[in-house]
């Protein structure tokens, strides 16, 4: 199983970014997929969950309406486009599947 994230970056607060998660090595279309993040020095937080056709998905209080996790059967995809990002929610983006992490993409949000 490999996950492996991208996207990340520095943004200014109230701005946008699109995190994506190539996946391999496992049925991609059989198992649902998640964010989670991980703030300095915390533990990680669930941020959003999909399932495996993508209809149904799971937030977070704190980012519905922000955020959408989508993904992409054919091409073994997961998104997540976050918008109006708060400076406190800068932390590692990580990609799951199946108990599998992937290795995160940095997030910073300030100005």
């Known amino acids: 199983v490999q996950l492996v994230e991208s996207g990340g970056g520095l943004v200014q607060p109230g701005g946008s970014l699109r995190l994506s998660c190539a996946a391999s090595?496992?049925?991609?279309?059989?198992?649902?997929m998640s964010w989670y993040r991980q703030y300095p020095g915390k533990e990680r937080e669930w941020v959003a969950s999909?399932?495996?056709?993508?209809?149904?998905?799971t937030y977070v209080d704190s980012v519905k309406g922000r955020f959408t996790i989508s993904r992409d059967n054919t091409n073994n995809m997961v998104y997540l486009q976050m918008n109006s990002l708060k400076s406190e929610e800068t932390a590692v983006y990580y990609c799951?599947?199946?108990?599998?992490w992937g290795r995160g993409t940095q997030v910073t949000v300030s100005s």
């Open positions: 799951v599947a199946a108990g599998n």
């Open positions: 090595g496992f049925t991609f279309s059989g198992y649902g």
């Open positions: 999909i399932t495996t056709t993508g209809g149904v998905t």
